[in-house]
T-cell receptor, first 107, second 117 residues
Framework: AQRVTQPEKLLSVFKGAPVELKCNYSYSGSPELFWYVQYSRQRLQLLLRHISRESIKGFTADLNKGETSFHLKKPFAQEEDSAMYYC?????????FGSGTKLNVKP | NAGVMQNPRHLVRRRGQEARLRCSPM?????VYWYRQLPEEGLKFMVY????????ESGMPKERFSAEFPKEGPSILRIQQVVRGDSAAYFC???????????????FGPGTRLTVL
């Protein structure tokens, strides 16, 4: 069965520090993975998808099939990065979301 | 484009009443998805609809829950005879086409927070 696990409910870092939000998945096929973000008082929105291999707002995420992970990284966190982050796996009509990690970037 | 609209934003019902949640997709989008988020949990897929068709309802509870997306008007998620365990945030998302094949982005509404007393 498909499952997405985000082990950290809350991650606090100082501004300028590196940040890594962990995401592990269980899926037998070739996964399609996404990161969604929800800023305070805003809607959930797409941050990036692994097939695009893009960097958005300085964030990157690499799919590691061996470790079944899709961790989200940024070398230098900014205060405006504070938000809820959700990892999601897509499989035939459905997205499976993790429980989310709240990132708090302190000044 | 106003984005995905959901109403009401907050809904309070007593046990046994019916709850109706509405979702208007973005202009030009014909595919709608409903999710439920229980406290401290992630979003859980409920149902995927196209205009006048239910494509995938594998995430819907077998009883009391139903969804529709008529040719005209918003998509409706209906919960009959609500119980306390139905209290949650319900999110709707839309896309211009099905995400079948992958890579598609879903655009989310602000959610409806249902409280059952």
């Amino acid at each position: 069965a498909q499952r997405v696990t985000q082990p950290e409910k809350l991650l606090s870092v100082f501004k300028g520090a590196p940040v890594e939000l962990k995401c592990n998945y269980s899926y037998s096929g070739s996964p399609e993975l996404f990161w969604y973000v929800q800023y305070s008082r805003q809607r959930l929105q797409l941050l990036l998808r692994h097939i695009s291999r893009e960097s958005i707002k300085g964030f990157t995420a690499d799919l590691n099939k061996g470790e079944t992970s899709f961790h989200l990284k940024k070398p230098f966190a900014q205060e405006e990065d504070s938000a809820m982050y959700y990892c999601a796996l897509y499989n035939f009509n459905k997205f499976y979301f993790g429980s989310g990690t709240k990132l708090n970037v302190k000044p | 484009n106003a984005g995905v609209m959901q109403n009401p934003r907050h809904l309070v019902r007593r046990r046994g009443q019916e709850a109706r949640l509405r979702c208007s997709p973005m202009k030009g989008h014909s595919h709608v998805y409903w999710y439920r988020q229980l406290p401290e949990e992630g979003l859980k897929f409920m149902v995927y609809l196209q205009k006048e068709n239910i494509i995938d309802e594998s995430g819907m509870p077998k009883e009391r829950f139903s969804a529709e997306f008529p040719k005209e008007g918003p998509s409706i998620l209906r919960i009959q005879q609500v119980v306390r365990g139905d209290s949650a945030a319900y999110f709707c998302a839309s896309s211009p086409a099905g995400t079948s094949g992958g890579g598609g982005e879903q655009f989310f509404g602000p959610g409806t927070r249902l409280t059952v007393l």
